[in-house]
């Protein structure tokens, strides 16, 4: 392996025939560098996909700053390099590296990856070699670092079990500390042996690992078992949840090139309680817990000396249902006035409340005022339990248009279980009633842009025994929006059909489709999130060769009593709960709000002696009846 110097002067040569070097030479303010010698566990995070994606998100810069206060662990990043940038790097034979101190991950003790969603899957596998490490954890010793994974698509850990050591389930604020702790046991003992290792971490609650876990399947082709190999192996994992959320981080990275969002990101809220059908954040986030609101006022303070940004989003899955966000609102406007802040507040209710909170952050109103109704029938929205009557939309717009916001964006969904073409035609017919109203109001400098996903099923969900629609109606159905959604102020963005397939294959797939990932990702398949990237073709033929159908994870209904490759993965919801959800859905009938009435998901049984031990009004769960 060249040395941190060796790289760096290579990296002089190669860094001026690429786009955006800034990508990929570190030196940003608040990054933290520690003394490499000094410190005896090195801890890697890896996004993987581009720097400019990557050095937002919120999830890395909170355990970069939880793992970097303690002082015997040192945690650097590292991000995908952009296709020019991997192409000069193995031509120059530079494996990939940090960028605190240009130290290669081979040498780190602890590679831990975020995977938020599930394209992101042959991008784990293109950092892993890059930077010298087998792909595959049967072949990666103890002289290599444990590669650890967690995010919201581990909640279906299977389609990657061959490639991760270990999958963090859950919230990682807590378990993180624990593995390290485990893992500098371990080193201490000096055996050199990593079945002991990965034994000592799957006695932690919430780690997840599949080498010591086996799938058995029925003669057509569903899944029969997946038990542990040892007895000492938990049969099921519950994923791990921090009973009071920590305060927000509040040093973040500030980039030296533009990327997606140059803002402070603070969660307000982790958690809903709204209960839509399809929402798999929704349901594997429960219990909510808030934070105070002086603590997200004082972090925002902070967190403005510290970076100079202007742009602050106050993250949450519903914002409106913040219990005091009023008083937060108040409280932002009254500290901050005058200093020219952009505040937004994603994920609003469709409401006029809404529209007064953005009304009283001010300017806010620079950009757009977004909107996810999903579904424009009564029926269609009655199965995603999202109750939102057209007239109460199209108040809101109205509101929205009349108080100075030109822009609106709807988000709707198409392929939703039973959708008819009446029920697509109703989105056409909404969205030009939406735009006609803002015409009225404010004439031609009201535009309305519409965007229109293909639902996926999701593990976890009350839909995880239910289909993604044929390709062929996917297809039928965004002509008709095509054809019409157009004309003065309209715009109209899609998914492709054949992006959805990929995700839903992989979303709910097991751990087969393991050899189909590394087939797709041997023939060039990487960044399969990026549209002009995405090679259909290749990842057809990595299902030929594999002689598995993508189609039996696609389009092919459950059984209610279908054992799920992620079963034995927890996610505190109880399955007769989701069973429950989806009969519901399939008779047209809500479920209100879980704030007013608890339905008895089996969040409480599961987390009770956590909530006995940190009580209080920041855990927001009803008392079941």
């Not at 070699?129 to 967690?150: F, H, Q």
């Not at 042996?193 to 006695?203: E, G, I, M, P, V």
């Not at 008083?327 to 802040?341: C, D, W």
């Not at 309305?448 to 593990?459: A, E, M």
Request: glycine share 6%; hydrophobic share 35%.
């Amino acid at each position: 392996m060249p040395t941190p110097l060796e790289i760096r002067r290579k990296l002089r040569r190669i860094l001026p025939k690429v786009q955006k070097p800034g990508r990929y030479v570190g030196g940003e303010l608040n990054q933290i560098v520690k003394e490499w010698d000094s410190v005896p566990t090195h801890f890697g995070f890896i996004f993987p996909d581009i720097y400019d994606i990557g050095v937002p998100n919120l999830g890395v810069m909170l355990l970069y700053e939880i793992l970097n206060k303690r002082p015997d662990v040192l945690c650097e990043r590292a991000y995908l390099p952009w296709l020019d940038m991997e192409q000069e790097l193995r031509n120059a034979g530079i494996p990939l590296y940090s960028l605190e101190s240009f130290h290669p991950l081979r040498e780190f003790d602890i590679l831990g990856i975020t995977i938020p969603y599930e394209t992101l899957y042959t991008n784990v596998l293109n950092v892993l070699d890059l930077a010298g490490i087998p792909v595959k954890s049967a072949e990666r010793g103890a002289e290599y670092p444990l590669v650890i994974a967690g995010g919201h698509s581990t909640f279906n850990p299977e389609p990657m079990a061959s490639f991760i050591d270990a999958f963090l389930i859950g919230e990682g604020e807590e378990v993180l500390n624990e593995v390290v702790n485990a893992y500098q046991v371990w080193k201490t003992e000096g055996t050199a042996d990593k079945a002991a290792l990965l034994t000592r971490l799957s006695q932690i609650a919430g780690v997840y690992v599949p080498s010591l876990y086996t799938s058995q399947y029925h003669a057509d082709g569903t899944v029969a078992s997946i038990t542990p190999v040892q007895e000492n192996v938990p049969a099921q994992i519950v994923k791990r949840i921090v009973p009071v959320l920590p305060p927000p981080p509040t040093h973040f990275i500030v980039p030296s090139i533009d990327v997606v969002h140059n803002r402070i990101a603070v969660e307000i809220m982790r958690g809903c309680t709204r209960g839509c059908r399809f929402c798999h954040a929704g349901m594997i986030n429960r219990p909510v817990r808030e934070r105070p609101v002086e603590q997200i006022v004082n972090g925002i303070e902070e967190a403005l000396t510290n970076t100079g940004y202007e742009e602050i989003a106050l993250l949450s899955l519903s914002s409106s249902d913040y219990t005091k966000i009023n008083e937060l609102v108040q409280t932002i406007s009254n500290r901050f006035a005058g200093k020219h802040l952009t505040i937004s507040l994603p994920s609003l209710r469709i409401e006029s409340f809404s529209v007064e909170l953005m009304e009283k952050l001010r300017g806010a109103r620079q950009g757009g005022f977004t909107l996810a109704p999903e579904a424009a029938t009564d029926r269609m929205r009655n199965r995603i339990n999202k109750p939102i009557s057209v007239e109460n939309l199209i108040t809101t717009t109205q509101e929205i248009y009349r108080r100075g916001w030109t822009t609106i964006k709807l988000y709707f969904m198409i392929g939703h279980p039973d959708e008819t073409i009446e029920d697509v035609e109703a989105i056409v017919n909404v969205c030009k009633k939406v735009i006609g109203e803002g015409h009225k109001i404010i004439g031609k400098k009201a535009n309305l842009h519409v965007g229109v996903s293909t639902f996926v099923p999701k593990p976890h969900t009350p839909f995880q025994w239910t289909t993604t629609d044929q390709m062929e109606s996917i297809y039928a159905k965004q002509k008709i929006l095509r054809d019409n959604l157009r004309g003065p102020g309209l715009k109209f963005t899609w998914t492709n059909p054949k992006e959805t397939l990929l995700e839903a294959a992989l979303s709910r797939g097991d751990r087969r489709l393991g050899e189909v990932i590394y087939s797709a990702w041997q023939k060039g398949a990487k960044f399969d999130a990026w549209q002009d990237q995405y090679k259909y073709d290749v990842w057809m033929s990595a299902f030929e060769d594999c002689q598995i159908d993508p189609n039996f994870y696609v389009t092919r209904k459950r059984e209610l009593n279908e054992i799920f490759p992620w079963d034995h993965i927890s996610a505190g919801v109880s399955r007769a709960y989701l069973e429950k959800e989806y009969q519901k859905s399939l008779e047209g009938e809500l479920t209100d709000d879980c704030r007013h009435d608890c339905h008895a998901c089996g969040i409480l049984p599961v987390f009770n002696n956590l909530r006995r031990e940190n009580p209080g009004e920041l855990w927001l769960c009803p008392e079941v009846k």
